[in-house]
């Protein structure tokens, strides 16, 4: 006959997973307020960046690349406050996959362009090489992050919590 003793270890997942939450939430939240402030004080040149990739016509790229900071900017807000945060993180990842496709859609095709992440994009200068595969990479982490919000969108110190009045700690009676 063999006999079970009960752990006397408590999970560290429940603890720790709202602190990761709050990382990623705040690390998402700085990405998307930086892309989009860097943006934001020339949207032409957003848009010129846009239209480096040669996926939409002129116009509809520089509406896109006007827009474009705008959208960054209020996801960033939201995911700082953490409001709507699982829909925040859904609107993110979806942005981000975007963004890798139009990575990818430009290596593919040849094209020489700054990616226009974080300010001023276009094509690059003679002789300058592209950094696709670090941006790829670093859209994947920011990916990552969304992804966890999208499964866990419950952090301390956010919105969604006090309007909830739900604990985002879970407590360890659980």
């Not at 700082?80 to 699982?86: E, H, Q, S």
């Not at 990818?104 to 990616?115: F, K, P, T, Y």
């Not at 276009?122 to 990552?144: K, T, W």
Request: net charge negative; with cysteine.
């Amino acid at each position: 006959m063999s006999v079970t003793l009960p752990s006397t270890r408590t999970p560290r997942w429940p603890a720790v997973r709202p602190w990761i939450g709050i990382a990623a939430r705040l690390g998402l939240a700085a990405v998307w307020l930086l892309a989009g402030a860097s943006k934001v004080g020339d949207l032409a040149a957003s848009g010129r960046a846009v239209n480096a990739y040669q996926i939409f016509p002129y116009d509809v790229a520089t509406v896109i690349g006007a827009a474009l900071p705008f959208v960054e900017l209020a996801l960033g807000v939201l995911l700082l406050l953490g409001l709507a945060t699982r829909l925040t993180a859904g609107v993110s990842a979806a942005l981000l996959v975007v963004f890798i496709a139009g990575i990818v859609s430009a290596w593919s095709r040849g094209l020489a362009i700054d990616c226009g992440c974080f300010g001023s994009g276009g094509q690059l200068a003679e002789g300058q090489a592209p950094s696709y595969l670090p941006e790829i990479l670093r859209d994947l982490g920011f990916l990552a992050l969304a992804g966890f919000l999208l499964i866990w969108p419950r952090t301390p110190f956010s919105v969604d919590g006090w309007l909830t009045g739900d604990p985002a700690v879970e407590d360890e009676d659980e």
